[in-house]
């Protein structure tokens, strides 16, 4: 009796010497390459929009959209520019885009409930970002979860950038 009690103690001890730092560094590797991983990811993200809104910029004409006018949502042009926006957007899979000026004031979106001169009131909490665009230099907002239970990330980018 007292040899078996012997052998499940060092059984014991060895299970406890092995296993346990086994499982820490099983655990700390994992979670590098999680975070490692989710910084790609991220990466990713960014360089895809960035692509997103270079095709955006080069399909839409800058002096096209200045030219835009509250009122102007049922002229050509208007329609021509939000056909192009609804087109990358499919292409894309992407929720929702939209083109502002540096008043952040609507100039297009792809929501059929904002016209020309909607304030993008939101903006107010995106002021780091939205002040490096208006300098020409392309931004992208943390990600986030929406309403909705999806991540999010926006990017802005400058139409300076394309002159």
């Known amino acids: 009796m007292e040899i078996k009690q012997f052998k499940g103690k060092i059984r014991n001890r060895l299970i406890l010497v092995f296993l346990i730092p086994i499982i820490l560094i099983v655990f700390v590797f994992g979670l590098s390459i999680y975070f ?3 910084r790609g990811l991220e990466e990713e993200l960014s360089k895809r929009l960035i692509s997103i809104a ?10 096209s ?3 835009l006018v509250p009122g102007d949502e049922d002229t050509r042009l208007y329609k021509n520019i939000r056909e192009k926006l609804f087109r990358l957007q499919k292409v894309n899979n992407i929720e929702r885009i939209y083109i502002f000026d540096v008043n952040d004031k609507s100039l297009v979106d792809t ?11 939101k903006h107010r909490l995106d002021q780091d970002e939205l002040q490096r665009v208006k300098t020409g230099v392309s931004a992208s907002s943390v990600l986030f979860k929406g309403g909705n239970k999806f ?5 802005n980018l400058s139409w300076k950038y394309y002159r």
């Open 36 to 38: 490692i991983s989710q």
């Open 111 to 121: 929501n059929d409930n904002i016209s020309i001169g909607f304030e993008y009131a």
């Open 151 to 155: 991540f999010y990330r926006c990017h």
């Open 54 to 63: 270079l095709s955006c910029g080069t399909q839409i004409p800058v002096e």
């Open 65 to 67: 959209l200045i030219r």
